[in-house]
């Protein structure tokens, strides 16, 4: 089993939808997680975390945590044509005793003018 | 704009070589760490660096190698290049203390 998986998409919504991305994790340790967007040929942009179970809002963004479900996810409101992009899912598991990321494959979003 | 910058943004080299990359961090950032994106992966963490030490390893072979420097800009090497090691090459810089990391634009490297 992957330590963090992701749905890779395609994924296509009309613009001024809701977009709605999955995740879920393996490990019931991990305690930081973080959604990334990345555009062809670019590279991963943060554009949210979230640590406590519940929901944050940021914009038109709201990433959402369930620990015991170990599910996390990202909402994009009023999707733009601009917010096209790679959406990778991370999950800090300190295994290694450093600060390291584990990243899902990504979802591919194509938002529909 | 992350602040993080990194050099070359494209390198090509032939199979057995070796090669640096480098990467300056974020103004305030003490810590860099290094991931490998294949193409349609996500990142994966290859090694971070905190006060000039490695501070964490993934599951990369020894060829892969790393430093950084007082001022917390940092190094990666790679020898004996084999033709999987074809990808983007980001680094992150962060605070010690703080999850959130922060890319650099990256450096594609192709191996033929």
């Known amino acids: 089993q992957k330590e963090v998986e992701q749905n890779s998409g395609p994924l296509s919504v009309p613009e001024g939808a809701i977009a709605s991305l999955n995740c879920t994790y393996s490990d019931r340790g991990s305690q930081s997680f973080f959604w990334y967007r990345q555009y062809s040929g670019k590279s991963p942009e943060l554009i949210m975390f979230?640590?406590?179970?519940g929901d944050k809002e940021d914009g038109r963004f709201t990433a959402q945590l369930n620990k015991a479900s170990q599910y996390v996810s990202l909402l994009i409101r009023d999707s733009q044509p601009s917010d096209s992009a790679t959406y990778l899912c991370a999950v800090n598991i300190d295994q290694t005793g450093a600060n390291n990321l584990f990243f899902g494959t990504g979802t591919r979003l194509t938002v529909i003018p | 704009e992350t602040g993080v910058t990194q050099s070359p943004t494209h390198l090509i080299k032939t199979r057995g070589q070796q090669v640096t990359l480098r990467c300056s961090s974020q103004?305030?950032?003490?810590?860099v760490s290094w991931y490998q994106q294949a193409l349609g992966q996500g990142p994966q963490f290859i090694f971070q660096y905190y006060r000039e030490e490695e501070n964490g390893r993934g599951n990369f072979p020894p060829r892969f190698s790393g430093l950084q420097f007082p001022n917390y800009s940092s190094e990666l090497n790679v020898n004996a290049l084999e033709l999987d090691d074809s990808a983007l090459y980001l680094c992150a810089s962060s605070e010690i203390a703080d999850y959130e990391q922060y890319f650099g634009p990256g450096t594609r490297l192709t191996v033929t």
């Open positions: 103004s305030g950032h003490n810590t």
């Open positions: 979230i640590y406590s179970n």
